[in-house]
């Protein structure tokens, strides 16, 4: 009821419905989304930014000039790796003001967020968006899940309403997730298809399945719902990771789907990308990470050399674990966004509680950085080995990280360096660079063997201990019920015959 409040307020204040919203980066490129309250033409501006945060120069202007609702502007002629500033404009409609940086051409620094499972509770989105916000992310990568239905114009309204300022300013990748595909409906599909803008659609199924190469981390996109064994997904696919490896064989490789390969949650393992051969056709092509959502925790662990994560605890109800698997290292039901910093040869990721406390953090570098750092120590060498946990008996993270702006010290041509590029609010200096580590240990460690008895009591604060669901939701497969609810409504209508078989008795 609130988003919906909130949608109505802004679409009353500026005419628009949804947006601006970014998407599609690219070095000399980018595409402002946005739909107009009522038909009619709009205008884009763009001015470069310069290092007192003044836009100068003579902007960059496009007009679309379609009697439309929903309009996709490409802006082009752009500077690669730089700041800019936009205005949004047109009849009907007040002038809107964002801020955006072109995706840089080399592997500079940057900085990005993951997460997923927006859907079904207002407030806790709205939270981890706000935390989200002081981040000053280059992009943000949602792993599916926007909203609950993806047929509801509502719940898109709602959905863009809670992320407007988040993504006025920051460009926005997704991937499609159940509750958007609502069992294949072709009304989910075309909305998410509606709203959602790619780089050029060479997928069997465009803006369901694409790939976004941003400085030196490039991401492929992919529906979990796909038939991956057969062409022609899988040839698409497969071509997309060789050509990855082949272009850019020191960037990093990450694919991101809804429902993942491995997960300890209720919905588990998806054993449909399992007997595709997903897994080794990732490991032969050397990729990164495989970031997934669907489950709604936060997890991550590596089977035989193919790391995962799991993000989807970004406003969804919460899901104890529900299996254990030997690949798993970290596992903890609890709200949270992932912030990812990429510079040089090695990404840092945190997992980050909405009050900006840390969940945990770990570091995956390039092989030759690997190798690096390997004949640079010892054995005995404390940049080598794990950090030690730094949690309470409940599994808490000691302090909160403040969050941090990149620290590159590169400059451009306009004279900013990508710190003073980002955005104007001001935040704490950053903390002292720890020392640098294979893999840091995590703040929640999974014991070796058995169960934690005490992880489910420990993983939320008391007032939140009840919004943790022990069952699945109703989407193990788009439309489906899992098992344990088809069975606990199966209980629930025999204790309902008896009372009634029992009352007639009573009354006879």
């Not at 989304?33 to 709009?42: C, H, K, N, T």
């Not at 570098?365 to 949690?391: I, K, Q, T």
């Not at 990280?401 to 990149?406: D, K, L, Y």
Request: a positive charge.
């Amino acid at each position: 009821m609130t988003a919906s409040l909130l949608s109505s307020t802004a679409r009353a204040q500026t005419g628009l419905r949804k947006g601006p919203y970014l998407m599609a980066p690219r070095p000399g490129a980018i595409t402002v989304m946005l739909e107009r309250a009522a038909p009619g033409p709009v205008t884009v501006r763009a001015w470069r930014v310069a290092s007192e945060g003044v836009a100068v120069g003579a902007p960059i202007e496009v007009r679309d000039t379609a009697m439309v609702n929903l309009h996709e502007v490409l802006v082009e002629g752009l500077a690669a790796g730089v700041r800019y500033q936009y205005e949004v404009s047109g009849p009907g409609i007040g002038a809107t003001e964002g801020v955006f940086n072109t995706a840089p051409q080399r592997a500079e620094p940057f900085r990005f967020l993951l997460y997923g499972d927006t859907r079904s509770n207002a407030r806790s989105h709205a939270s981890i968006v706000a935390a989200m916000r002081r981040e000053g992310p280059d992009f943000v990568v949602h792993t599916g899940d926007l909203l609950a239905d993806g047929r509801s114009d509502r719940q898109w309204d709602d959905f863009f309403s809670i992320e407007r300022d988040l993504l006025r300013d920051t460009v926005f990748i997704p991937v499609v997730g159940n509750h958007e595909l609502r069992n294949s409906s072709r009304i989910g599909i075309e909305n998410f298809r509606r709203y959602v803008n790619c780089p050029p659609p060479d997928a069997p199924r465009p803006e369901l399945d694409y790939v976004v190469r941003y400085g030196n981390v490039r991401m492929i996109l992919a529906n979990a719902y796909d038939d991956w064994s057969r062409a022609p997904q899988r040839a698409w696919l497969e071509q997309h990771l060789a050509q990855a490896r082949r272009d850019g064989p020191d960037d990093f490789l990450l694919v991101v789907t809804h429902w993942g390969m491995h997960s300890s949650g209720p919905h588990g393992e998806n054993r449909s990308l399992r007997a595709a051969g997903l897994p080794e056709m990732f490991r032969r092509y050397g990729v990164d990470l495989v970031v997934a959502g669907h489950d709604h925790v936060y997890e991550r662990g590596e089977e035989r050399g193919l790391r995962y994560m799991v993000t989807g605890g970004s406003g969804a109800p919460l899901y104890s674990r529900r299996a254990e698997h030997s690949y798993t290292r970290v596992f903890a039901a609890q709200h949270h966004y992932v912030r990812v910093d990429a510079e040089g040869d090695k990404l840092d990721f945190t997992a980050v509680r909405p009050d900006g406390t840390v969940l945990d953090r770990f570091t995956i570098r390039h092989p030759r950085a690997r190798a690096r750092v390997a004949a640079e120590g010892s054995a005995a060498d404390p940049s080598l080995v794990a950090a030690a946990p730094s949690v309470t008996e409940e599994g808490e993270a000691v302090a909160p990280v403040p969050s941090r702006r990149h620290a590159s010290s590169r400059h451009h041509r306009d004279g900013s360096s990508r710190r003073s590029r980002r955005r104007r609010d001001q935040l704490p200096p950053p903390p002292a660079p720890a020392p640098a580590v294979v893999q840091a240990a995590a703040t929640v460690p999974v014991p070796p063997s058995g169960l934690d008895p005490e992880l489910r009591r420990t993983q939320l604060p008391p007032h939140r201990a009840r919004r943790v669901q022990p069952h699945g939701c109703l989407c193990a497969y788009p439309g489906v019920a899992s098992r344990s609810e088809l069975g606990l409504g199966l209980i629930a209508f025999g204790l309902c015959a008896m009372g009634l078989g029992g009352r007639r008795s009573r009354q006879s």
